[in-house]
């Protein structure tokens, strides 16, 4: 497949700014259980506003996808067969909800509606941050699901996807929680520890399950489709000598990313260093040493890692009408 | 249940890309329409195409043969292209299996190509919408059209008849008979698509044929037997000589 750019910003950026949401909720729900010492309101102010901003940036790129952007609003109509339609009614519930959630920590509604017999206190921002929390996971299978669902594309038709596009999100989320976290740590108190352990947990647990996939896709994929039922000729044989076009057409220019397999290659492995080595790193340096300059690097380069990370889960899928484009002439 | 379809027979498509004109001239000026180029006679030349004709060798030099293969969209029984639109936009008609799109509700997304195995639609570049084969739906119902022109361009414009035009679930169709009776194939069937479009594969057709079938052993022509039929006879009558 050829990258669309378009689609790497779109599904790093939400990844990201739903990461960030988990981040953001689960430090409230330690703290709230007495596990964690209090967070300042402000923390959850601005960083579910970094998550909206990275939220709607996502819905930006996603209209460039598009060859029609003013007719967007058809796509929510088929949401009970489209996995893209289901994506697209997800997206803005999510944001909304995570909205709800930030706007209810902004406006302070913080008194206890009712406490448990433990002595947590549960309030307003809780339960919106339980909706909101589930509206995300919502919105990280309907982007997964977008392309595990394709059968014809090998590489992308797993679980795998599914659970990568969550661990990846909620990694590069996590991270730059530990930024915040920073940001705001004082003498007396930090956070960064807490958020850089989670951090740590699910980049290395996404390394686990990315790394699945590349070997999945390199080594245990048996391409259902050959030449012989592509044209319906038994022939071990066959090769192409005209494609109907002398100049390419929408079929070599969608699905071929035009890169040589050496170049692909060497993105898997700086996207393993970027996503995953550099990042684990630096976070594990943030317990030793303070300040913000080290998780925002984290968080710099492991942004920039997902986008390479995601140029090589396009280009690394092959299409089987691929079959039909092999020679020009 | 109608489902119309095209069976294209291998063994007699020249490669001639008659089909592939005609359809641009009927869908660019019709109901479809236009369908894009861009650079026509620049570097690199693009456009959109709802069939095109493509060519494979099959065997090892010198033993080897050409086959020329029509490919356009197959109509599928099980289209994959339909439930992934997000806006509807892509469909498939009850009333004879049409696979259509509507360029009005298409957000040009491109994800129903992705969904296509075999890549069968086409992103027209300026008009920013997904386009793929009608089966010239605005022409063979066209009342206006003498009933034997009531077919795809294609169809219409074949010179060799490699591409037939009918009901696949008809049994006594003309199609079916040719998908029954000369082994008609569907592409990818590994998918469970359901191509409504057939292929007829290439054949030989052979015939023995034996010296005594070249050389009539009582052949009443031979030099022999006209010498002895010409020789002066003493039969009177003039019927013994020209019976023959």
């Given at each position: 497949m050829h990258p669309p750019f378009s689609m790497v910003f779109l599904t790093t950026l939400i990844g990201a700014g739903q990461g960030l949401f988990l981040a953001l909720f689960t430090g409230q729900v330690f703290s709230q259980f007495k596990l964690l010492q209090a967070h300042d309101s402000q923390f959850f102010v601005i960083g579910t506003a970094i998550s909206i901003l990275l939220l709607c940036m996502g819905l930006f790129a996603a209209f460039f996808h598009l060859g029609r952007p003013e007719r967007a609003w058809r796509s929510a109509t088929r949401w009970k067969t489209s996995w893209l339609s289901r994506e697209i009614i997800a997206l803005p519930a999510a944001l909304g909800a995570v909205a709800?959630?930030?706007?209810?920590?902004?406006?302070?509604?913080?008194?206890?509606?009712?406490?448990?017999?433990?002595?947590?206190?549960?309030?307003?921002?809780?339960?919106?941050?339980?909706?909101?929390?589930?509206?995300?996971?919502?919105?990280?299978?309907?982007?997964?699901?977008?392309?595990?669902?394709?059968?014809?594309?090998?590489?992308?038709?797993?679980?795998?996807?599914?659970?990568?596009?969550?661990?990846?999100?909620?990694?590069?989320?996590?991270?730059?929680?530990?930024?915040?976290?920073?940001?705001?740590?004082?003498?007396?108190?930090?956070?960064?520890?807490?958020?850089?352990?989670?951090?740590?947990?699910?980049?290395?647990?996404?390394?686990?399950?990315?790394?699945?996939?590349?070997?999945?896709?390199?080594?245990?994929?048996?391409?259902?489709?050959?030449?012989?039922?592509?044209?319906?000729?038994?022939?071990?044989?066959?090769?192409?000598?005209?494609?109907?076009?002398?100049?390419?057409?929408?079929?070599?220019?969608?699905?071929?990313?035009?890169?040589?397999?050496?170049?692909?290659?060497?993105?898997?492995?700086?996207?393993?260093?970027?996503?995953?080595?550099?990042?684990l790193v630096l976070l594990v340096l943030t317990f030793n040493l303070s300040g913000l300059i080290i998780p925002l690097v984290a968080v710099a380069v492991q942004y920039l890692g997902l986008m390479v990370e995601r140029w090589v889960f396009f280009a690394d899928a092959n299409h089987p009408q691929n079959l039909y484009y092999q020679q020009i002439s | 249940m109608t489902q119309l379809a095209l069976v294209i027979d291998l063994n007699v498509c020249v490669g001639?890309?008659?089909?592939?004109?005609?359809?641009?001239?009927?869908?660019?000026?019709?109901?479809?329409?236009?369908?894009?180029?861009?650079?026509?006679?620049?570097?690199?030349?693009?456009?959109?195409?709802?069939?095109?004709?493509?060519?494979?060798?099959?065997?090892?030099?010198?033993?080897?043969?050409?086959?020329?293969?029509?490919?356009?969209?197959?109509?599928?029984?099980?289209?994959?292209?339909?439930?992934?639109?997000?806006?509807?936009?892509?469909?498939?008609?009850?009333?004879?299996?049409?696979?259509?799109?509507?360029?009005?509700?298409?957000?040009?997304?491109?994800?129903?190509?992705?969904?296509?195995?075999?890549?069968?639609?086409?992103?027209?570049?300026?008009?920013?919408?997904?386009?793929?084969?009608?089966?010239?739906?605005?022409?063979?119902?066209?009342?206006?059209?003498?009933?034997?022109?009531?077919?795809?361009?294609?169809v219409m414009s074949c010179p060799t008849s490699a591409r037939l035009f009918g009901d696949v679930h008809d049994e006594n169709s003309d199609v079916s008979k040719a998908i029954r009776e000369r082994a008609g194939y569907q592409l990818m069937p590994e998918w469970g698509t359901k191509p409504a479009n057939h292929y007829l594969p290439r054949r030989k057709t052979e015939i023995t044929i034996h010296p005594d079938e070249l050389e009539r052993a009582d052949n009443p022509l031979s030099k022999e037997e006209r010498k002895q039929h010409n020789a002066p006879s003493s039969d009177p009558s003039l019927d013994d000589m020209t019976s023959w």
């Open positions: 709800l959630y930030g706007l209810a920590h902004f406006l302070g509604y913080t008194e206890p509606l009712m406490i448990t017999a433990g002595g947590t206190q549960i309030d307003l921002t809780l339960l919106l941050g339980l909706l909101a929390t589930i509206a995300v996971y919502l919105l990280f299978i309907c982007t997964g699901m977008i392309y595990a669902g394709i059968k014809f594309l090998q590489e992308w038709h797993t679980p795998l996807t599914v659970i990568n596009y969550i661990l990846l999100g909620t990694a590069s989320g996590f991270t730059i929680a530990t930024a915040l976290a920073a940001y705001f740590a004082t003498e007396e108190s930090s956070l960064v520890p807490f958020y850089a352990t989670w951090a740590i947990i699910f980049t290395f647990l996404a390394l686990i399950t990315r790394s699945a996939a590349l070997i999945r896709n390199r080594f245990f994929i048996k391409p259902k489709s050959d030449m012989r039922s592509a044209i319906g000729i038994n022939h071990k044989n066959i090769k192409q000598i005209a494609q109907g076009s002398m100049g390419g057409s929408f079929n070599t220019r969608e699905y071929f990313h035009g890169k040589s397999a050496g170049f692909v290659n060497t993105m898997k492995i700086v996207f393993l260093v970027m996503v995953f080595a550099i990042p | 001639c890309h008659a089909c592939v004109t005609s359809c641009k001239e009927w869908n660019t000026s019709g109901q479809a329409g236009p369908m894009v180029d861009q650079n026509a006679y620049g570097e690199d030349p693009t456009g959109t195409f709802f069939n095109r004709v493509q060519s494979f060798e099959i065997g090892t030099y010198p033993q080897t043969e050409t086959v020329h293969f029509p490919k356009s969209c197959l109509h599928c029984e099980e289209p994959p292209c339909v439930p992934v639109c997000p806006t509807g936009a892509s469909y498939k008609r009850e009333q004879d299996g049409i696979v259509l799109v509507d360029y009005d509700k298409c957000i040009g997304c491109a994800y129903c190509s992705w969904a296509c195995p075999y890549g069968a639609r086409e992103m027209d570049a300026q008009q920013r919408v997904m386009k793929k084969c009608t089966l010239c739906v605005d022409r063979i119902y066209d009342e206006a059209l003498p009933e034997n022109e009531r077919k795809p361009a294609c």
